[in-house]
């Protein structure tokens, strides 16, 4: 969802109209990530300017362009962005219950979510003894790790447990802004990431090009092989599952520790 912010801000910024999003049913779109948006209305007024994003169905296709996805949908209404940073600004109070949080942990630590969703497809997912081994490399160097999952997910050993200390996607984003940076694989946290503009490293699934969903603002290491990539398998893919088993999760420490250093 957070991509369509992008679109927003093109519309806003060409006829200083704010975007009102129309989904299912001809419904307003009132998702809380647009909270607090300057270029989005959950309104309908003279000033807005509506756009049915029912009309966009070119998910699969987009996956398969050469370009980033934010692109091709602005490119489907018809817009150029200028950059494609997502936008996601915080209210007072998500600024201020991140603030009383941040008392109780060091001044530089790294947030992580080894728990990739997995409603859309399972071929994201890097096994979680895999992200077990990096943390216990990265405490190593102590370095403070803090896990930011919803409540039920499995927790690491020898992490800072914040499941229960984050109530929702936003307030868990307004705490990666204050991280010294922000571990994961691909997913709505690093799409926040890139809106706050907070160190990223993700490590990029096989199923599809980084250049798909990836910014330069974020570092990656893309888990491909050169038999198997981009096969743009949403349901079960076992080579790309095969791909993500045997990845070499050591190979990647010393940059993720280049990266918090920087
Ligand atoms: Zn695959």
Redesign the pocket.
């Known amino acids: 969802m957070l991509f369509w912010t992008v679109l927003a801000r093109e519309i806003f910024n060409k006829h200083k109209k704010k975007v009102v999003f129309i989904g299912k049913k001809n419904q307003i779109i009132k998702d809380s990530i647009y909270i607090n948006n300057p270029h989005i209305s959950f309104e309908k007024t003279e000033y807005t300017i509506n756009i049915n994003l029912n009309r966009y169905r070119n998910f699969h296709l987009e996956m398969m362009q050469k370009e980033h996805g934010i692109i091709s949908r602005c490119n489907f209404y018809g817009y150029n962005p200028t950059n494609i940073y997502p936008v996601l600004n915080y209210t007072n109070e998500e600024e201020e219950r991140i603030k009383e949080l941040l008392k109780i942990l060091p001044e530089k630590f790294i947030c992580i979510e080894p728990h990739a969703k997995t409603s859309w497809t399972h071929?994201k997912s890097l096994p979680f003894e895999k992200w077990q081994n990096i943390v216990d490399e990265l405490i190593k160097h102590g370095i403070i790790i803090v896990q930011v999952s919803i409540p039920k997910q499995k927790l690491l050993d020898n992490v800072v447990d914040f499941r229960s200390k984050l109530s929702n996607f936003r307030e868990c984003a307004c705490l990666l802004k204050y991280c010294s940076l922000f571990l994961s694989t691909e997913g709505g946290l690093m799409h926040a990431s890139v809106a706050n503009n907070n160190k990223c490293y993700i490590l990029y699934p096989?199923?599809f090009h980084p250049n798909y969903t990836l910014y330069d603002r974020v570092r990656y290491t893309w888990i491909h092989s050169n038999e198997?990539?981009c096969?743009y398998?949403q349901n079960k893919?076992e080579?790309?599952l095969n791909?993500m088993k045997n990845f070499d999760e050591f190979s990647c420490i010393q940059n993720i520790i280049d990266l918090y250093l920087e």
Do not use: A
Request: glycine share 0%; charged share 20%.
């Open positions: 071929n096989p199923m198997h990539n096969c398998k893919c080579e790309c791909l």
